[in-house]
């Protein structure tokens, strides 16, 4: 059921907050803090630990309640030195029909009265006697939409949520079934927290309305405390009679986050080389800190043959070029769905993983396994035993052996491989920490015209083959518990049992965007982007994932390809 998080700038919410001071691509964030009416008239609130918070940090949690017109405060913590991020207020279990509460989060010192600590973040919760785990932002209209980038767009410390709508997909593939002439246009909009609506922008005739015309980004590239968008345009209207788009130019467009006016743009990747529209119509866009310093923007365009890939600076000056030729075309048809920035080789530089294939912070090949395209790709420490990252892989291409695999990050060395052929290994697939008595993470890959699953463990150890069940869960963390559950059929689980959490919509991210470490759940509905968060109580100190370089910039790059979600690089 839908929760009452009620805002002062539009029903009674406000949020005071603390900024953390941004460093090598660390964000300045607020402390998210998130209170939320359980069913049995609980109220569960969470907050944000941050990376530069030192050890011994502690909080202070006070309860206002309304009484002719003056707020009476009561210390939900005591006097002592809390140092949990979240709390589980059950006072609100007595009450009886509506009733207002107002909350503020304080930094705790010993000794000090309240009126002399600091105010952290404050929240309003009206008890409707429904409870819920979500927040609801409305649309600007009855449509879903595609994908969600998250970021701060006006420098205040909290996110907000940037969509692309409609909903709707064409693929380059010249088969039926595939491409479809695009029936509108996409547009995004730009969404703050309290539903505000802060901007549309138009991609207009000259993008088709499909993933591979439409990359965009939702990053602070320039530096200057606020995020900005980015994404591939065109002029006018080139389509030809059927709807292709196969003329005309092709440019990389900076958006301002805070007025959604186009402020910059540069040349795309041309269309040169390609054996056809299929091949070139296949565009990527992401960031990398290829210095380990400042974030560079990654143009790419092509996957399964040649591949162009390019580094910009914020001012659009290119830093490098790299086309597979340049390789002896051991690179050629190697791309992935998705382009992953991860440091894999541990020099402080992020490298991108293309797919099969690696590029080094300098633009040059760091290694390639030569496979042809991954449908599933994933990069993160899979195996603790294994110094470093891994990636585990599941490969569209018919193999006769190693089509499902994990490899060493840095070298390509395969560490085990699946020995039986594969046709067409498809989705994508999943890696996550889901089983308590398996070291390290489990990895899931099905075939798409086979009722073949399996679930390996992190050392390749057959743990379930089944013959049903979805290509491509989500794992997420949920729970109080170190394991991950996952978000299938509708509904958040441990791996195999009944559901914790009903979930509603189309899955579109998972991302830890409030509260504690705990990730939420963004899902599309009709005129409707939800927000799910987890309102288990729970005694884990961890901090706010999205302080994680590689899963900060994994969630920047779901927004373009497939949506392959963000991993720990640490």
């Known amino acids: 059921m839908r929760c009452r998080l009620l805002f002062t700038w539009m029903i009674g919410f406000s949020l005071v907050f603390t900024l953390t001071t941004a460093v090598s691509g660390v964000e300045k964030l607020d402390r998210g803090l998130v209170a939320l009416e359980r069913k049995g008239g ?19 949690l006070m309860r206002g309640e309304s009484t002719t017109g003056n707020v009476k405060w009561t210390s939900l913590t005591g006097s002592r030195a809390y140092r949990q991020t979240n709390f589980v207020d059950k006072i609100a279990e007595k009450d009886k029909g509506k009733k207002k509460y107002l909350y503020k989060l304080y930094r705790y010192v010993e000794g000090a009265p309240v009126v002399r600590l600091e ?11 429904k409870g819920g785990s979500y927040i609801s932002i409305p649309l600007k209209g009855d449509y879903d939409f595609q994908k969600v980038g998250i970021a701060d767009l006006d420098g205040d410390g909290t996110y907000e949520y940037v969509i692309k709508q409609p909903n709707f997909n064409t693929d380059p593939y010249q088969r039926p079934g595939y491409w479809k002439r695009s029936h509108t246009t996409y547009k995004l909009e730009a969404y703050r927290l309290d539903g505000t609506m802060m901007w549309r922008y138009d991609m207009g005739w000259a993008i088709e309305a499909g993933i591979w015309y439409s990359p965009w980004i939702v990053y602070d590239v320039d530096g200057d405390g606020k995020a900005e968008v980015y994404c591939k345009a065109g002029v006018g209207d080139p389509r030809e009679e059927a709807g292709h788009v196969k003329t005309g130019p092709e440019y990389l467009v900076k958006i301002d986050g805070e007025t959604g006016k186009v402020v910059a743009k540069t040349e795309w990747l041309s269309r040169e080389g390609y054996p056809s529209y299929n091949y070139y119509c296949r565009n990527f866009l992401t960031v990398a800190y290829l210095d380990g310093k400042r974030p560079s923007l990654i ?16 001012d659009f000056k290119r830093i490098w070029y790299w086309e597979s030729p340049q390789e002896k075309m051991r690179y050629r048809g190697q791309g992935s769905h998705g382009l992953i920035t991860a440091d894999v080789d541990r020099d402080g530089r992020d490298e991108l993983v293309i797919g099969a294939a690696v590029l080094d912070d300098n633009g040059k090949g760091l290694w390639t396994l030569e496979m042809g395209h991954p449908d599933v790709c994933y990069v993160a420490d899979i195996d603790p035993i294994n110094p470093g990252l891994e990636v585990f892989y599941g490969f569209e291409t018919r193999q006769q052996t190693d089509g499902i695999c994990v490899v060493d990050a840095k070298t390509g060395r395969k560490l085990w491989t699946h020995k039986e052929p594969t046709r067409h290994v498809h989705g994508q697939g999943m890696v996550g920490d889901v089983l ?24 390749g150890k057959l743990i379930e083959f089944k013959e049903t069940g979805a290509l491509s869960p989500r794992a997420v963390w949920w729970d109080a518990d170190p394991q991950k559950e996952v978000v299938v059929s509708g509904a958040i689980r441990d791996w195999g049992k009944d559901p914790i959490q009903p979930i509603k919509g189309r899955v579109i991210v998972v991302v830890d965007c409030l509260g504690d470490y705990r990730e939420e759940v963004i899902t599309s509905l009709k005129g409707e982007l939800r927000i799910y968060t987890s309102t288990i109580p729970g005694s884990d100190r961890r901090p706010c994932l999205m302080q994680d370089h590689q899963y900060r910039l994994g969630i920047v790059a779901q927004t373009m390809g497939y949506y392959y979600p963000a991993q720990l690089g640490k």
Do not use: H
């Open 299 to 314: 143009m790419q365009r092509g996957t399964y043959n040649i591949i162009k890939t390019q580094a910009l600076d914020k």
């Open 436 to 459: 308590a008595d398996s070291p390290g993470m489990e990895v899931f890959a099905g075939e798409r015209d086979l009722k073949k699953r399996w679930l390996y463990s992190a050392k």
């Open 42 to 60: 609980s109220v569960f609130l969470s907050w944000r630990l941050l990376d530069s918070d030192p050890e011994d940090i502690a909080f202070r």
């Open 119 to 129: 105010v952290l973040g404050e929240a309003t919760v009206i008890l409707t006697g």
